[in-house]
T-cell receptor
Framework: NAGVMQNPRHLVRRRGQEARLRCSPM?????VYWYRQLPEEGLKFMVY????????ESGMPKERFSAEFPKEGPSILRIQQVVRGDSAAYFC?????????????FGEGSRLTVL | AQRVTQPEKLLSVFKGAPVELKCNYS??????LFWYVQYSRQRLQLLLR??SRESIKGFTADLNKGETSFHLKKPFAQEEDSAMYYC???????????FGQGTTLQVKP
């Protein structure tokens, strides 16, 4: 089991461009979570998804950010018209379908730099 | 609102000294609390959870409902304990995990 895979590991974008971050959960996991870590800050919850459903997006900025977890393929976190303040590490985590134990399995993160 | 607070950004101790990483929470019910750790160049991983009352790598954490705390302790720090430590609250209602700001533990030789 390769664990949670995130790509790209590093992404550089200019202001106004789009950023797409991908997350493949662990095999057998159907729940995906996205967190953002700004420089010098902790992990901030963004969104919680199950296959084809957004369960909780209370941490997502109201504009420019969206997330999906389709039936087939990885989960995608999409940031449109990026600004410098979007520069951060974005972490994905997954958990199995029947659990509510609070144990999440994390990817290595995707580091977005906006020039 | 559910919240987890780690008041120290950095804790620096010498090898062999006791360690206590502080964590306070705000929640009126029975909380589900965890400690996660991120070693250098590794991914974030679960260290321990209060429900199991286990000791992992010599670390323990006791839930104190009176003080709303879940401090992480180890009697004798080792250099390999140097890492970033996050306290986390699990909401069984929503399924999401809420993290504190994190504390960097630096164990000096």
């Amino acid at each position: 089991n390769a664990g949670v895979m995130q790509n790209p590991r590093h992404l550089v974008r200019r202001r106004g461009q789009e950023a797409r971050l991908r997350c493949s959960p662990m095999k057998g996991h159907s729940h995906v979570y996205w967190y953002r870590q700004l420089p010098e800050e902790g992990l901030k919850f963004m969104v919680y998804l199950q296959k084809e459903n957004i369960i909780d997006e209370s941490g997502m900025p109201k504009e420019r950010f969206s997330a999906e977890f389709p039936k087939e393929g990885p989960s995608i976190l999409r940031i449109q018209q990026v600004v410098r303040g979007d520069s951060a590490a974005y972490f994905c985590a997954s958990s199995p379908p029947v659990q509510n134990t609070g144990e999440l399995f994390f990817g290595e993160g995707s580091r977005l730099t906006v020039l | 609102a559910q919240r987890v607070t780690q008041p120290e950004k950095l804790l620096s101790v010498f090898k062999g000294a006791p360690v206590e990483l502080k964590c306070n929470y705000s929640y009126s019910g029975s909380p589900e609390l965890f400690w996660y750790v991120q070693y250098s160049r590794q991914r974030l991983q679960l260290l321990l959870r209060h429900i199991s009352r286990e000791s992992i790598k010599g670390f323990t954490a006791d839930l104190n409902k009176g003080e709303t705390s879940f401090h992480l302790k180890k009697p004798f720090a080792q250099e390999e304990d140097s890492a970033m430590y996050y306290c986390a609250f699990h909401s069984s209602n929503t399924g999401k995990l809420i993290f504190g700001q994190g504390t960097t533990l630096q164990v000096k030789p």
